[in-house]
Every structure is written in structure tokens, then in C-alpha cells.
């Protein structure tokens, strides 16, 4: 049988989320028509495809979640709701034409930097290679679903379901429900989930600390504000600039960050109206900022009703019927549904290798590692979307992608004016680079408990230690001459 020649394009963008789909909006801004956008989903969105649990929403201001070359006067909370920040994607997609460039329900096999041509070979599931000069991974830390490692997870007779694979068909109504986890997802899912089960069980490992979320409805004058040139941005700027400053609030030992908790704690009282044994399980005892802060008004609340149960006993295993704990008591269920987060470790999880064959996930056995998150030497060519170290506990990804899409479109115009195949930045310099961030990290307070943000070797390879404008900064000061190699 004939193998088909490798289809060509300019571009291969991995991942239909927020940062694929701003990535494609700006290579059609600077004149590149010439890409494709895989993603194995059956629809695009990524997180918000993949996270459709009841009461999913964004925690940041929806003014600050849009792009600022899309902005979007039709928010009808401040908060959005997943529903609303999907249908805010898909019209993106369709405004920019971008159907005829999504190829969905598509996975990726393998990438691999070809370096005799000094293009990307990108080998898809139904076998089909396409040969790209560029490689934009834009799969996002929080991809891949992560289940409790527990024993008898699989035996677990009644319906068992990941929060970022929902299954709706799952009826709740009047049953018995476990959630295990207490992150972000949890926080949402709890209150919802209370309104309908018979009985709802929730197994903390550690508790989050929760703040107050300060929404509200968008009402018709908003929405009319919205539509004045230049609103927007103001509104944008002033989310941008509150959210820096709640920053200082991670500041070890900081006024910010005690005020910070005093509110965690003010909160956390009125939500449990004085009880003060669930105050106790509730109250975390690391320093606020650690893991990602909850914001949440229903949250706390939500166990103080007669059907919702914190349990804060060890899980040893789960059993055909439920979960039991290490006293020896088991909690008997219906459904079981993990809120266990992500496999940030993993979450470029499509072999790539670079050159010299060298494999991507071997040279990030201990965590990963980029040059400002967005580039790694011996990946030549390759553009990371929110790759290690670009999360924050504070502000919109949105502010880490655009500054990312206008590197990687720097470093592709620079590319054509010097007639070069590829660059690939100096491994020296990107060791420097995470020499310094981990050395910052040191101390810090996303070094004080375990979380997401942390590999199991406890190094952090998902926060950045800085302020939003400095990584803006220093990405835009790229010295590719100094900095990078050519060939
Ligand atoms: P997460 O923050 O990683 O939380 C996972 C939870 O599962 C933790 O409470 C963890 O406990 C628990 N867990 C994991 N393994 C366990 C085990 N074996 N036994 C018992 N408990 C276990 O995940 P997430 O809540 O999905 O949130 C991930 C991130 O996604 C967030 O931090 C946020 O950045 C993003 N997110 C954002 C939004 C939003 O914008 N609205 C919503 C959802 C998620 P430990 O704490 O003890 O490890």
C-alpha cells in the first residue's frame, strides 16, 4: 500500500482551547493563512469542552477572560459560565473562518523535528503525516484528567466519573453521592450537586482557602457600556490592574497577605454561620496563595445543609459500594464523581522529539522546563502555549497567551528576513532561565504545601514568580540573535 505523501502547512497549532484559537486569530492577523488546528475533541473549546460539570464557570472577571483583540459586549455575568465563554470560542471561530483549518475529533501520534529539512512531522491518528515548519502545542497544563491513585478505584460498582468528563446522562436525583477532592472544580460542583442528591458526601484531603466571589449580572447597561468604543478596554485595564495588586497578597509575611486572610477567615465565618467543629475541618492550616485560592459564595455554605457531609477521614480504598476510610467505616454510594484535578506532569502527553532524537517527555522526566514557558532547547520551531511556569494565582491566562502568540509571531517573521530554516534556543540560556525562576521560588509561598503547581519531586514547574508585566516584558526582550541558534 502506498503511503500518502505528508500534507504541507505553514503552521500545525495542537489544541482547540482559548490559546489554539488565539493563536490562529493571530497568525491570520499577520498575514499566515496557512495553518491547521488538530485537536481530539469532538468540539472546540478545550477546557471549556472538557469541563461541562453543573456550575462550571471562569474565576476571573469575564472582561479580563476575553481577548483584547475580541472583545465581548454580551457577558451576562461577571463570572461566566462555561456555556457562555464556549459560545464566546465558537464565535470566535466562526467570525475568523476558522472551520475550514479545525480538523476535530483528531489525535495527534507522534511530532518529530526533521532536521535534514528543518520541518515538523506530525503524525495524526488516522495516519495522515503533516509536515509543518512550525509546532504550536498549545494542549495547556490542566489537560489531562487525573483519577485518585486509590486502591479499588475500578471496582467501584455504580457510575464513577472524572469532573472533566461529565457524564449527564448520570442521574443524581435523590441518590448517594461521593465527591473526592476540594480544588476549584469542587468548589462549583459541591453546591450543585447538593441541590439534587439524596445525600452528598464530600472527602477532604486538605482543605482550600475560600474568598468571597465578588459577582454580579451584567444588566442592559452594561452591556450598552460595553458596545462604547474604548469601554471595554478600560474595563479590561482596570481588571488587569486589580488583579496585580491582589498579588502582593502572596507576598510571604506581607500586610497584603494578611489582609488577604483576615477576609479568608471573615468569610469562612459567615458562610458556616458560627459552627464552629466544621470551621475547625474547614480552616486550612498552609499560608493563603499556596494552592490556587477558591472564590466561591456557596461553597462553605453548602455543608452546612442537613444532606451535605464533609468527611475528612484518610480514604484506603473504594469498594463495589463505596468508599471506606481508615477507621475501618465505609461511606456506602451511588455515584462517585473525582474532582482529582489534573495531570499537569503529563499534560503534553503526544511524543516529540527534537533533534538529535531527543524526546521531549525524557528531558522533563523531573518536571518540565522552557525558556519563558514557551520554548525548550533541542525543540527547534517549537512554540509552547502556557508551558511550564506561565500560571498564576492571580490573574487571566490571558494575559500569559498574547504576549506568547506576539513572541512566536516575532520569532517566524525573523525567520523569514534572515532566510533561516528554524531556531532553537540556547540550552545555556534556558537553564539560566529556570536556574533564576526556581532559585525565586525558593522561599515562596507555592512552596509551602503540596498542589497541582508542583511536580512529585516537589519542584514547581507550573507557577510564575512575577508579576504579569515583567513576564510580558521579558518576553517581548527576547534577544533572539543572543539567545537562540539558527540553522
Ligand atoms: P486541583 O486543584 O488539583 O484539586 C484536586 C483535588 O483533589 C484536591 O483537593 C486534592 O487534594 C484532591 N485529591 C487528589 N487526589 C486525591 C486522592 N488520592 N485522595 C484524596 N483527595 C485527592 O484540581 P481542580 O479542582 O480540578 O482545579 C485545578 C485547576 O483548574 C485550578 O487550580 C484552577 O487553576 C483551574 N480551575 C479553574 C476554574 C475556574 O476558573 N473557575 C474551575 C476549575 C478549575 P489535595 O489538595 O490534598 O492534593
Redesign the pocket.
Known amino acids: 500500500m502506498n503511503t500518502p505523501a505528508p500534507t504541507r502547512h505553514d503552521v500545525l497549532i495542537l489544541g482547540a482551547g482559548m490559546s489554539g484559537l488565539a493563536m490562529a486569530m493571530a497568525l491570520q492577523r499577520a498575514g499566515r493563512h496557512d495553518f491547521l488546528i488538530v485537536d481530539k475533541s469532538a468540539g472546540l473549546g478545550g477546557t471549556w469542552w472538557d469541563?461541562r460539570y453543573p456550575g462550571?464557570?471562569?474565576?476571573?472577571p469575564a472582561p479580563l477572560y476575553s481577548f483584547s483583540c475580541a472583545p465581548h459586549p454580551g457577558w451576562q455575568r461577571r463570572?461566566a459560565a462555561a456555556p457562555e465563554i464556549l459560545a464566546y470560542m465558537q464565535g470566535l471561530a466562526s467570525r475568523h473562518g476558522l472551520a475550514r483549518h479545525l480538523r476535530l475529533g483528531t489525535a495527534v501520534r507522534a511530532a518529530n523535528f526533521d532536521e535534514n529539512r528543518g520541518r515538523w512531522l506530525i503524525t495524526l491518528d488516522s495516519d495522515e503525516v503533516i509536515d509543518a515548519r512550525f509546532f504550536v502545542c498549545s494542549t495547556g497544563p490542566?489537560s489531562v484528567p487525573?483519577w485518585?491513585?486509590?486502591e479499588g478505584l475500578d471496582s467501584f460498582a455504580g457510575p464513577r466519573l472524572h469532573?472533566?468528563r461529565w457524564d449527564n446522562t448520570v442521574d443524581m436525583a435523590g441518590r448517594r453521592v461521593g465527591v473526592?477532592?476540594?480544588?476549584?472544580?469542587?468548589?462549583?460542583l459541591v453546591p450543585e450537586l447538593a441541590k439534587q442528591a439524596a445525600r452528598l458526601t464530600v472527602?477532604?484531603?486538605?482543605p482550600?482557602w475560600v474568598l468571597p466571589r465578588f459577582d454580579r449580572a451584567y444588566g442592559a447597561l452594561d452591556r450598552l457600556l460595553f458596545h462604547v468604543p474604548g469601554w471595554n478596554r478600560v474595563v479590561r485595564a482596570f481588571w488587569a490592574a486589580t488583579s496585580e495588586s491582589f498579588r502582593r497578597g502572596f507576598e510571604p509575611g506581607s500586610q497584603a497577605q494578611g489582609r488577604l486572610t483576615a477576609l479568608a477567615r471573615g468569610h469562612m465565618r459567615r458562610q458556616l454561620r458560627g459552627d464552629e467543629a466544621l470551621r475547625q475541618q474547614l480552616q486550612p492550616t498552609y499560608p493563603i496563595g499556596c494552592?490556587?485560592i477558591v472564590?466561591s459564595n456557596d461553597y462553605l455554605r453548602a455543608f452546612t445543609q442537613p444532606q451535605v457531609q464533609l468527611e475528612t477521614k484518610a480514604?484506603t480504598r473504594i469498594t463495589a459500594t463505596g468508599v471506606q476510610l481508615a477507621d475501618g467505616s465505609e461511606h456506602p454510594l451511588d455515584v462517585l464523581v473525582?474532582?482529582?484535578?489534573?495531570d499537569v506532569q503529563h499534560s503534553v502527553s503526544v511524543p516529540i522529539t527534537g533533534r538529535g532524537g531527543a524526546l521531549l517527555q525524557a528531558q522533563w522526566a523531573d518536571g518540565a522546563m522552557a525558556h519563558l514557558g514557551t520554548t525548550v532547547a533541542g525543540f527547534p520551531n517549537l512554540f509552547l502555549m502556557l508551558g511550564p511556569n506561565t500560571?498564576t494565582?492571580h490573574t487571566s491566562t490571558l494575559l500569559f497567551i498574547e504576549p506568547q502568540l506576539r513572541f512566536a509571531l516575532r520569532a517566524m517573521q525573523l525567520l523569514d528576513k534572515r532566510g533561516s530554516r528554524w531556531l532553537d534556543v540556547r540550552a545555556d540560556t534556558m537553564q539560566a532561565f529556570n536556574d533564576e525562576l526556581q532559585q525565586r521560588l525558593q522561599g515562596s509561598v507555592w512552596m509551602q504545601?503540596?498542589?497541582?503547581y508542583r511536580a512529585d519531586n516537589g519542584r514547581n514547574v507550573a507557577i510564575w514568580p512575577g508579576y504579569t508585566p515583567e513576564y510580558r516584558r521579558r518576553l517581548a526582550q527576547v534577544d533572539f540573535e543572543r539567545e537562540f541558534v539558527f540553522g
Open positions: 469541563n462550571a464557570c471562569v474565576d476571573v463570572f490542566l487525573r485518585p491513585a486509590i469532573s472533566a473526592i477532592g476540594t480544588g476549584s472544580t469542587a468548589s462549583q472527602f477532604q484531603r486538605t482550600n494552592k490556587r472564590f480514604i473525582c474532582a482529582t484535578g489534573f500560571a494565582g504545601c503540596r498542589s497541582w
